[in-house]
């Protein structure tokens, strides 16, 4: 099975701070992803990965960044967290290539909460 | 552009209760289709899917058939259990560009005893 792992399951750090949040995939997936969820607004895509060192801006990627440094690895980071940012935090992974049919595999979130 | 439009939740039902959970969406070409699930505390888990027109996804109980000429894939459940209390999206791919995956809003579903 698929594993995709965040590295915690809840934060809690205050406005300004700079935060990372960490995601690692254990199937050599290609494809890596950050979605955002809240309340009615259903899940947001920040940023997405489709190879090392490469990324793309998703929907909402203000005020986040993204690295890529190994295939495994995809990390989050809030350059200076701000209370709006408080939400939860969905990683997920997929196969490539183009047109594939695979679908996207999810960790369990990080609920982050910016005081 | 390309959506995906859920009805609107919470759905409340009773134990062992038939569930509908209408989805249609807006695309391009030949998307594939697929029905996660969501439950309390945890991400989200591939429910089931369909890549062509016609096919019909199935797991755990749940089904749902992808039809190209209303633009829907439905997700059915023939008598729903406690334990599928959860919330439901409805997601589309798109085959012409990198794996971005489109999701519905969400429909949260509640089975009482």
Request: aromatic letters at 12%.
């Amino acid at each position: 099975d698929v594993k995709v792992t965040q590295s915690s399951r809840y934060l809690v750090k205050r406005t300004g701070e700079k935060v990372f949040l960490e995601c690692v995939q254990d199937m050599d997936h290609e494809n890596m992803f950050w979605y955002r969820q809240d309340p009615g607004l259903g899940l947001r895509l920040i940023y997405f990965s489709y190879d090392v060192k490469m990324k793309e801006k998703g929907d909402i990627p203000e005020g986040y960044s993204v690295s890529r440094e190994k295939k495994e690895r995809f990390s989050l980071i809030l350059e200076s967290a701000s209370t709006n940012q408080t939400s939860m935090y969905l990683c997920a992974s997929s196969l490539s290539p183009l047109g594939s049919n695979q679908p996207q595999h999810f960790g369990d979130g990080t609920r982050l909460s910016i005081l | 552009g390309n959506s995906v439009t859920q009805m609107e939740g919470p759905v409340t039902l009773s134990e062992e209760a038939f569930l509908t959970i209408n989805c249609t969406y807006t695309a391009t070409g030949y998307p594939s289709l697929f029905w996660y699930v969501q439950y309390p505390g945890e991400g989200l888990q591939l429910l089931l899917k369909a890549t062509k027109a016609d096919d019909k996804g199935s797991n755990k109980g749940f089904e749902a058939t992808y039809r190209k000429e209303t633009t829907s894939f439905h997700l059915e459940k023939g008598s729903v259990q406690v334990s599928d209390s959860a919330v439901y999206f409805c997601a589309l791919r798109k085959k012409t560009s990198y794996d971005k995956v489109i999701f519905g809003p969400g429909t949260s579903l509640s089975v009482i005893p």
